[in-house]
């Protein structure tokens, strides 16, 4: 135990950290500037945050014969909540969201020349598309602890000071934004850009949590210790013995809580029945099973 300790300390895992976050940053940042020069700004989707203002604003810029880019909208729009997440936060917090702001908006710009206008003549592919693209790179610069700035962190620096959570701020901000996108580019296109808010949120999370390929089963029954057997012997999975009582009979229980593979869910369910049909069991989806017979712990 000790020898495991003293790897963990100083390990190479900790000194090699930054250089997988910056480079997972780094990559985020050109998928997601793909994603916007792609899809959904040569669209007029107007995906929330401030690329979606940025993008409100180039077309009407456009329209009127100037140019704006979107990478340097952003920038300037970012640099108020820099500030404030200096202040706020210290300079650990903001210099990936320095990194993550500044490298985004470069991406957007530099990449724009090259990138081809896709799915210009559907515009639910557009947002399908697009908010799956620009999700899959920002998930990757959230799980390395950066931020691209706009909505995302707006949302960060204002929850300790409101009673309500980061995704309904989020939510909320970008609600401002696509109502700012349906006056100016009309209704269709300003929900075709909430499709794209949607998307892109799924797959942070897929990105963030991954898929939910364990199971965990709650087990209620008058016969817990003939389940809790099987459940150890036949199926090979450990098992928690939880004290509970029916609020209802006020009897004392014991709950069996335990966590699977996906694929094992039809075996517990047997083994549960074959015991007690009249059984409750609660299955629910895990994101990640870390320990012994799951994946091991890693720093």
């Not at 900790?14 to 040569?42: C, E, H, K, Q, S």
């Not at 180039?58 to 200096?86: C, E, F, K, W």
Request: charged share 15%; glycine share 12%.
């Amino acid at each position: 135990m000790m020898a495991k300790l003293a790897r963990l300390r100083p390990g190479a895992v900790l000194r090699n950290r930054p250089v997988r976050d910056y480079t997972l940053m780094v990559v985020g940042v050109l998928v997601t500037g793909f994603g916007l020069d792609a899809f959904l700004i040569p669209n007029k989707i107007a995906a929330g945050g401030v690329s979606g203002l940025a993008t409100i604003f180039y077309h009407l810029a456009r329209d009127n014969g100037t140019s704006l880019p979107v990478g340097i909208q952003m920038l300037v729009m970012n640099v108020a909540l820099l500030l404030v997440a200096l202040r706020l936060r210290g300079w650990r917090f903001a210099a990936k969201t320095i990194f993550g702001i500044v490298g985004l908006s470069l991406s957007v710009d530099l990449l724009s020349p090259f990138v081809p206008h896709l799915a210009t003549d559907d515009f639910l592919l557009a947002a399908l598309y697009g908010g799956a693209v620009s999700g899959l790179g920002l998930g990757m610069v959230f799980k390395a602890g950066g931020n691209t700035g706009g909505s995302d962190l707006i949302a960060q620096l204002i929850a300790p000071k409101v009673a309500l959570g980061l995704g309904q701020l989020t939510l909320a901000v970008d609600a401002l934004v696509t109502l700012v996108a349906a006056l100016v580019f009309g209704p269709e296109l300003a929900l075709y850009g909430a499709v794209a808010i949607f998307v892109s949120g799924g797959v942070i999370d897929l990105v963030l949590e991954g898929l939910p390929v364990n199971k965990a089963a709650f087990i209620i029954s008058d016969h817990s210790d003939k389940i809790a057997h099987h459940i150890l012997h036949d199926l090979g999975r450990g098992a928690t013995a939880i004290q509970a009582r029916g609020l209802y009979s006020d009897t004392p229980r014991e709950m069996i809580f335990c966590v699977v593979y996906r694929n094992e869910i039809d075996r517990l369910k047997e083994v549960v029945y074959a015991v007690d049909p009249k059984a409750l069991l609660i299955i629910s989806d895990v994101h990640e099973a870390i320990g012994e017979g799951f994946r091991e712990l890693s720093v």
